[in-house]
Nanobody, 128 residues
C-alpha cells in the first residue's frame, strides 16, 4: 500500500530555514503528483505547494500558495522516492502541521480533495 512519511519538522526562530522531506513507498513515485499542505490550530487546511509527476506537460511543473511564493521551494528526487519542501525566511504564521500528499494523476493540483494518499504530518513551529 502507499505510504508517505514526513520528516524534518521542528522549532525554529523566525527568519530561519527548515527542509521537510517526504519518503514515499508503494507507488510509481515518478508519475505521481506530490503536494504539501498545512493546517494550523483553528484554521482550515491550506495548500502550500505541489509538483507534477513525469509527463510532457507536468514534469517540473510546480504550484505555490501566494503566502509562500519566493520563500518555499518544492522539489523531488525520483531516484529516492522523496519530495522536499525547502522553507526559507520562516514566519510565525507558517506554524502548522505539514502534510505530504500524493495523487496518481501527474498534474500538480492544489486541491486537497484530489489527493487520496496522505502522510501523518510533521509539526513546524516558528517562534518570533
Amino acid at each position: 500500500q502507499v505510504q508517505l512519511v514526513e520528516s524534518g519538522g521542528g522549532l525554529v526562530q523566525a527568519g530561519n530555514s527548515l527542509r521537510l522531506s517526504c519518503a514515499a513507498s508503494g507507488l510509481t513515485f515518478s508519475s505521481y503528483a506530490m503536494g504539501w499542505f498545512r493546517q494550523a490550530p483553528g484554521r482550515e487546511s491550506e495548500s502550500v505547494a505541489a509538483i507534477g509527476g513525469s509527463g510532457m506537460w507536468t514534469a517540473g511543473r510546480t504550484y505555490y500558495a501566494d503566502s509562500v511564493k519566493g520563500r518555499f521551494t518544492i522539489s523531488r528526487d525520483n531516484a529516492k522516492n522523496t519530495v522536499y519542501l525547502q522553507m526559507n525566511s520562516l514566519k510565525p504564521e507558517d506554524t502548522a502541521i505539514y502534510y505530504c500528499a500524493a495523487r496518481q494523476d501527474s498534474w500538480p493540483s492544489p486541491r486537497s480533495d484530489e489527493y487520496p494518499y496522505w502522510g501523518q504530518g510533521t509539526q513546524v513551529t516558528v517562534s518570533s
